[in-house]
């Protein structure tokens, strides 16, 4: 019987992972400002309507952007030259009801759900790396990988009842939002669940097509 709820589990994970995968990242712009090599980018679908329930029940979502910069090699492998990773959190506040987004650039209270979703899915003028470290006559592309995590957790029993309906509101006291917790609980039939349910960690990756640098400017390799 365990073997076959495992079984079921996976098909339907496998199932829900697929559903999902039409979410993309696009990169919108690669730049040189100021001798700087900028990125745009922006993300669909990255705050869905299950992630929106959980911030207004009380969860906090993390959000994750590694944007790498890479050299075209011929070959199997590329070479990594540069990344930047930008992170925010995303919470609801009870008191203000309003949605708080924290940045390393800001804290910015909303109470649009439209600008939540806007302000995590348009990344723009993203700092890579000064054009001075990047060769001439060199391909190179952009890749960002969106990681959202939309909460950690320490009681499965309380989210269970929770996503079941038998719970309001979730104890908040009983959260713990490290990277320990979260890896020690998100794992098993309990990382499964989530995913099923539209809770789990979702990723979305992108590529920016070929480009080199000539006099300071941007040449898209067709």
């Not at 339907?12 to 999902?20: C, D, S, T």
């Not at 979410?23 to 669909?44: M, N, Y």
């Not at 009681?155 to 929770?162: D, G, T, V």
């Not at 509101?169 to 609980?185: A, I, M, V, W, Y």
């Amino acid at each position: 019987m365990k073997k076959f709820v495992l079984t079921l589990l996976g098909l339907l994970l496998v199932i829900h992972q697929l559903h999902g995968a039409t979410r993309r990242v696009l990169v919108d712009s690669v730049k040189i400002k100021s001798e700087v090599l900028l990125v745009d980018f922006t993300i669909d679908g990255i705050i869905d309507q299950k992630t929106a329930e959980g911030l207004q029940k009380g969860l906090t979502s993390t959000i994750e952007y590694q944007v790498q910069l890479w050299e075209k090699r011929s070959g199997w492998f590329n070479s990594l030259i540069a990344e930047q990773d930008v992170r925010m959190k995303v919470l609801f506040d009870n008191w203000e009801k309003k949605y708080v987004i924290l940045s390393a650039e800001e804290s910015r209270l909303t109470s649009s759900l439209e600008t939540v979703r806007e302000k995590c899915s348009q990344m723009q003028n993203i700092d890579i790396v000064p054009i001075s470290k990047l060769k001439k006559n060199k391909k190179y592309f952009i890749t960002v990988k969106a990681i959202l995590r939309p909460f950690s957790v320490e009681n499965y029993q309380e989210i269970k009842n929770w996503l079941s309906g038998q719970a309001k509101n979730l104890d908040l006291e009983k959260l713990d939002d490290t990277e320990k917790q979260e890896k020690r609980f998100k794992g098993g039939l309990l990382k499964m669940f989530l995913a099923l349910t539209g809770f789990g960690d979702r990723v979305i990756t992108g590529k920016s097509s070929d480009f080199k640098i000539e006099q300071n400017n941007i040449i898209w390799i067709k």
